[in-house]
């Protein structure tokens, strides 16, 4: 499989998931359980690897992870899709 990166990011999320996870009082099993009741594999590993950008998130993944933490996927991403 071919790494995809963008100045040096594998994500656009990994700053914000942490901030927001934090703020809603989530640890990152948690959201995974969370993320597993929507049946999105993502576990606790996963989750920390995505939080410090080693990780690539899919699409679906990441609207899961947004209707997990209640957010749009314009929160997550800090305006990347504005």
């Not at 995974?32 to 576990?43: A, E, F, G, R, T």
Request: glycine content about 2%.
């Amino acid at each position: 499989m071919k790494k995809v990166e963008f100045e040096g990011n594998k994500n656009i999320i990994s700053k914000r998931l942490k901030e927001i996870r934090v703020a809603k009082n989530l640890s990152q099993q948690e959201l995974s359980s969370k993320l597993q009741l929507l049946n999105v594999n993502i576990d606790q590993q996963m989750i920390s690897k995505i939080e410090k950008n080693l990780r690539q998130v899919t699409d679906y993944e990441l609207l899961a992870i947004c209707k997990c933490l209640e957010i749009s996927p314009q929160e997550l991403s800090d305006g990347a899709f504005d």
